[in-house]
């Protein structure tokens, strides 16, 4: 079952599983994310304020998006797999999002093995604040840590980011001030 969940302190709103774990109840999160995290699985979604990245073309910026993440994942390799351009319904109050979906291999931990990351990321450019709001899916489909989803579960959690996806708003555009 999915909710209208408030984000940045309402600033911004989306449709989310009421079953996902809200991460800064019990760790520390930067001010600039909101990190839910599946408490059955290892799926986790973020919705992230970052500074907008120097590609002008949407698909292009989604793709240096993924590219930092995969950098920061320390990734052995990363594949986009689909770019896609979305309307969201919101008659222009919310940017229409680009959504991209890739796979990394990451090694985790001390692990000998890596792991199959499924990335589903969403871009919203807000250019009259420089700002890029990114929302991304991480999806395990293997994980020496267990946490990892089938591939049923995988087509249940892209249908829940589509959904997430065009239901984002951003209410307050002072959030990024």
Known sequence: MSG?????????????PTT?????????????????????????????VLESVSAQ??????????DALAHDNDAKSKT?????????????????PVILYGTQLV?????????????LLALYRVPHKNVDLVMTMNVPMTSADGGAV???????ARGIFD?????LRIVDYGLFA
Do not use: C, M
């Open 20 to 48: 996902l774990i809200d991460a800064s109840d019990f760790r520390q999160v930067p001010d600039t994310q909101e990190v839910y995290l599946s408490p059955a699985t290892g799926i986790s979604i973020i919705v992230e």
């Open 80 to 96: 986009v797999n689909e770019t896609t351009d979305v309307n969201n319904d919101s008659n222009g109050a919310t940017p229409n």
């Open 150 to 156: 089938s591939e049923d579960d995988w087509g249940s």
């Open 4 to 16: 209208l969940r408030e984000l940045f302190g309402g600033a911004i709103t989306a449709t989310l």
């Open 57 to 66: 073309d949407l698909r292009e910026a989604a793709g240096q998006h993924f």
């Open 107 to 119: 090694q985790k931990f001390n692990s000998q093995t890596t792991d199959e990351v499924r990335i």
């Open 163 to 167: 959904e997430a996806a065009r239901s």
